[in-house]
């Protein structure tokens, strides 16, 4: 047991005096948890709207402003012809432009109906639909209080949406939990890989071998401080979290931290697989970045919902860790569900692991040999 | 009567059908210098490892420091030291903390280690290196200390497989030297190399060629029967033999 302690001791002092391990340890994740929360954000605020009011009346000027005064749109410009849309796009600034029919106001009172354009620069579709959506939603609420009761004969059925679990559908309720799950994924697999075929490639793995330590307490060994380490991280990430997004964790903390280690766990015993699969150190961080990076952001549902992906891609993500810790992850954090709705991911994460570890056993075996 | 601290009987080892090791046969006693030598792929690394453990023999009895190379792998790796051709100390770690690691993987305890780390520096003349990085040393100094390492746990028998590649010839000699006084404190010296003016140092040699033990006796005696100059010559007429 002191050999073996001194042996952990020995990989701490590896990553402590490495500069660049501790910025891949902890620089890494407070970034990408600041830049995925800030950054790429799917809310909109202030986005640019041009008006071409052709009517230039009392109701086209009340909708302007309760379009404006919204918060989520900023005026960008007035439009005096049609031929200035296309510049005002190109100009950059303006994502949307809102175009009053002539008599907007007073075919609305005699006919009961006028019509409204909305024109979105759809060369950033996400932005579009989302301002086309939120336009839209103001339009009808416009209408409605225009109408009043009294006017409305025909029976009105006015949905009342709520957003269960996340009311205001900030972005970052996606975006920390599956930051954690790949920071944890990329960290631990990245890490215990590089420094396992460090020591191959430097030749003080044949030493090590060779000493009374037992294969098994050298790889618990190099593993055990980044095991440590990523569990601090995940402190660091949830208490970033909490402090500059005041994103709450509503379910059990205690659980999420007892799955959160089962999956560094996972993670790790994959990193010990690639390090057995990998002559060098390059190899191995290929295999840990491409392999695992990719697949992590486009096929876990960290991004891209599964359920719209072809049934192909479907199945591919059946066989990636992340997919499930994300869904164990979310279910905690944003629903507060416990154990009872997530113990079939649990169990996958858990088969995968004793998976990994007992296919690195028999690779490490045949290399002896 | 000398002691035998290695004993080789039949020893096979096979990679599918590949033989690396076809029956050798040798015993190496104590406290001498036994050279292992060989052409590139003549088996030697893998005999290498099959006596320090990291190798199973396919057959064969093999018997290391009085313990069973099947039986007892643990014994034995307690009993020996191991250098190998790559350099074996930690480069981010100082002097200290690697022989305190080393010296810890043995179970020694801290005070032994403490007092081999100053014998060491003193023999050495490197205590102003004592808390320097290993990547700092020049290479000549890093391979003395590896070997230093090595030996730190007073072994029965230390293997150094081609431990002076790409060192000078006055490291060299200095580290021949450092072979000679291990040797002399008892502990025996196991050591493979390229360099065939080196093989002329050591009491006894094998040469292996294709998997098998070609020759084995001391340089002298192999001079004589092969009726060479020098043991480089030996070599040749043994691993190289004139065809047609």
Known sequence: ?369 | MKDTVISVHNLVKKFGSFVANDSLNFEVYSGEIFGFLGANGAGKTTAIRILSGLSKPTSGEVNVAGYDAYRQPEQIKMNIGYMCQKFSLYEDLTVKENIILYGGIYGMSKSLIKERLAELLAKLRFQEYENRMISDLPLGLRQKLAFSVAVLHDPKIVFLDEPTGGVDPITRRQFWEMIYETAERGITVFVTTHYMDEAEYCDRISIMNEGKIVALDTPGNLKKQYNAESVEEVFIKIARPVKN
């Open chain 1, 1 to 369: 047991m002191k050999r073996f302690l001194g042996f952990v001791k020995k990989e701490f002092l590896h990553i402590f005096r490495d500069y660049r391990t501790l910025f891949i340890l902890f620089g890494i994740p407070t970034a990408e948890i600041l830049i995925f929360g800030f950054a790429i954000s799917m809310d909109i605020k202030d986005a640019g709207i041009a008006v071409l009011d052709l009517s230039k009346d009392e109701v086209t000027q009340k909708l302007t402003n309760k379009i404006i005064s919204s918060g989520f749109f900023k005026k960008t410009e007035d439009l005096l012809y049609y031929n200035d849309i296309d510049k005002a796009f190109k100009k950059g600034k303006t994502k949307a432009v809102i175009i009053f029919e002539k008599d907007f106001g007073k075919n609305l009172f005699s006919e009961g109906k006028s019509s409204l354009s909305i024109i979105a620069d759809g060369s950033e579709p996400n932005t579009a639909t989302l301002i086309t959506n939120y336009t839209t939603a103001i339009v009808n609420d416009f209408t409605r209080e225009l109408s009043g009761p009294a006017l409305n004969k025909s029976v009105l059925i006015k949905p009342e949406v709520r957003m269960f679990y996340n009311p205001n559908l900030k972005s970052y309720f996606m975006f920390v939990p599956g930051v954690i799950t790949m920071i944890l994924i990329l960290i631990c697999a990245l890490m215990t890989s590089v420094t396992i075929t460090r020591e191959k490639e430097f030749g003080t793995m044949e030493v090590l071998l060779v000493s009374p330590l037992k294969p098994v307490q050298i790889i618990l060994g190099k593993v055990m401080p980044y095991f440590i380490l990523s569990f601090v991280n995940v402190l660091v990430i949830l208490g970033l979290s909490w402090l500059v997004f005041g994103l709450p964790v509503k379910g059990s903390i205690v659980l999420l931290l007892a799955e959160s280690m089962l999956y560094i766990l996972m993670s790790l015993t994959l990193g010990i697989l690639i390090s057995t699969v990998s002559k060098n150190m390059q190899q191995a961080i290929f295999i840990s970045l491409i392999g695992l990076m990719l697949p992590t952001i486009l096929l876990s549902g960290f991004i891209f919902p599964i359920e719209n992906m072809p049934k192909v891609y479907d199945y591919v993500s059946m066989i990636m860790p992340p997919r499930y810790f994300i869904t164990i992850i979310k279910n905690i954090m944003i629903k507060g569900t416990g154990l009872m709705y997530i113990w079939k991911e649990t169990l996958v994460l858990i088969a995968m692991t004793l998976f990994f570890t007992g296919l690195s056993v028999r690779k490490f075996k045949i290399r002896l040999e």
